[in-house]
């Protein structure tokens, strides 16, 4: 097929991956068939002003993913074989999701997916190699990758200190079991992460929450706990945090890292949507090497599936030691699978791909968010996954949640969120998720009908 004229823009990995990638996108799109000749390595080095050797390693690559078949004196040709992404998907995979969770917009352009696919296709050459058990926190390589990606955060940690888990939630379990014990006190937001209060509930620890203004936690408050309670740690969700969306400023984090440093007083930092903003303030890890602990994880920026996260551990050897411990006996290793893709994600350029994309359906969720309650007093982020609905006309938490609960929106109330006193008349609502665009457009009229009166309204209880 003499015509076929890639555009290597539309791949972030070297060049002869890029041919790879985008001989299967085009396979996918339709732009190229089963039995279509591709241009001879010189025509299409030629053509795309590179090396002839490039564009060799580039077929080569496309025939270990079975794109591709090479014959001496005839070409190279498109195979209708290939990668099991071509079937259709099993809707009963499609069904498959939790509600309750604070989910991402989901990706749908049609050359990103293939491009996620493309990473998934490449891994199929280190299969046997990715099914064995490997060394706790992590490959080499991974590690790396891991490194790469804390270093955009502002995070240089030794390769020592960096641990690739099986996602965020174990690795929260295992650094707070190494830093408490039954009976202690862990201070958080008082609205806080529920998987925190399920963590301390598990290893029976007294979760105290501290008082929030715009910024984050009060450091007045903080310090008044630390020299009241003695705890030993302080969590923190500081960058878009969940449910409540707020941004804690560089200048907050200082202070906040000043009390810490008097009071010694462990900080462990859930980085969950630190890389959803383009431009997020300084980890407080970065700030506080040698205090803070940092969870990275992808589930919220690359996909929940990978079930990963990356940890940098302070700079304190008995700390690093007996978290190994607990992650290697509660998980074993992260998946080698699931690890490797991510390496590679990260390191084609996919990764910044999947993030532009959520950056961008966020922003336009929470525009379609801002126009259609526009009446209705909320808390949301331009680039959050969700509103922190306070409820107006007398509603409920489970009245709403109930009227709710058929509009394909996840919406959790407030109970779940609150460490402390009573729990207010809100309610988390996710944007993100399965729902596409129109039908979060229905959804979200429906709810702006809803709240203009009080329940009685409504008309959905009888």
Known sequence: MKTWHPDLSRSGSPLYMAIADLIEMDRRSG???????????????????????????????????????????????????????????????????????????????????????????????????????????????????????????????????????????????????????????????????????????????????????????????????????????????????????????????????????????????????????AEAPMPLAAMAPELAWHIGGLSKCLGAGLRLAYVAAPDDGRAVWSFASAMRTGSVMASPLTAALATRWIGDGTADAILRFLRAEAAARQALAAGLLSGVSYRADALAFNIWLPLPHGWTRSTFSAHMRACGLGIVASDAFTVDGAASEAVRVCLGGPVSRPDLKTALAFMAHALEGPPEMAGSFF
């Open 31 to 277: 732009r190229l068939s089963p039995g279509d000749r591709l241009p001879t390595h010189r025509a299409l080095a030629g053509r795309l002003a590179i090396d002839v050797t490039t564009v060799a390693r580039g077929y080569l690559e496309a025939q270990k993913r079975g794109l591709v078949e090479s014959h001496v004196g005839r070409g190279t040709f498109v195979t209708g074989g290939g990668p099991a992404a071509d079937a259709p998907p099993d809707p009963r995979r499609a069904a498959a999701a939790d509600p309750s969770m604070n989910m991402p917009p989901e990706p749908d352009d049609p050359d990103l997916v293939a491009r996620m696919r493309a990473g998934f296709s490449a891994l199929s050459a280190d299969l046997v190699p990715l099914l064995r058990y490997q060394g706790f926190g992590g490959a080499a390589m991974d590690k790396e990758a891991a490194a790469l990606w804390l270093g955009r955060r502002g995070l240089t940690p030794p390769a020592e200190r960096i641990f690739v888990t099986p996602g965020a939630h174990p690795a929260l379990l295992s650094i707070l079991a190494t830093l408490a014990r039954p009976g202690d006190t862990v201070l958080s937001e008082n609205v806080t992460y529920p998987g925190l209060r399920s963590i301390a509930a598990q290893l029976r620890l007294r979760l105290a929450g501290l008082p929030m203004d715009g910024d984050g936690i009060l450091p007045e408050a903080f310090a008044a706990a630390c020299e009241r309670e003695a705890p030993k740690a302080l969590y923190l969700n500081p960058t878009l945090q969940n449910p409540l969306t707020l941004t804690m400023p560089e200048a907050r984090r200082r202070e906040i890292v000043a009390v810490a440093r008097r009071h010694r007083v462990p900080i462990v930092e859930d980085d969950a949507y630190g890389f959803v903003p």
